[in-house]
């Protein structure tokens, strides 16, 4: 999702600035959201430790778990 905004700088040439960060947004409160998953079932040191890296790679967990399944079809 990408918004557009036209405005001119002090020559009065026209500058396109592009906003974006609507996906940006949706994988950070996945991300919080597997962290806090993780670390609440996490018992020792180890297991939060895990559970940090975890956050960060749980579309890919997700995805190949999802085809797994897929395949058993």
Same mark, same amino acid.
């Given at each position: 999702?990408?918004?557009d905004l036209r405005t001119t700088d002090k020559t009065g040439q026209n500058v396109q600035v592009?906003?974006?960060g609507g996906p940006d947004a949706v994988?950070? @409160?996945g991300l919080f959201g597997a962290?806090?998953?993780f670390m609440s079932q996490a018992?020792?040191?180890e297991e939060r430790?895990?559970?940090f890296?975890?956050?960060f790679i749980w579309?890919? @967990?997700l995805v190949y778990r999802l085809f797994q399944f897929l395949e058993k079809d």
């Open positions: 999702m990408a918004t592009r906003v974006q994988y950070g @409160l962290w806090y998953y018992t020792t040191t430790v895990k559970g890296f975890k956050g579309p890919a @967990l």
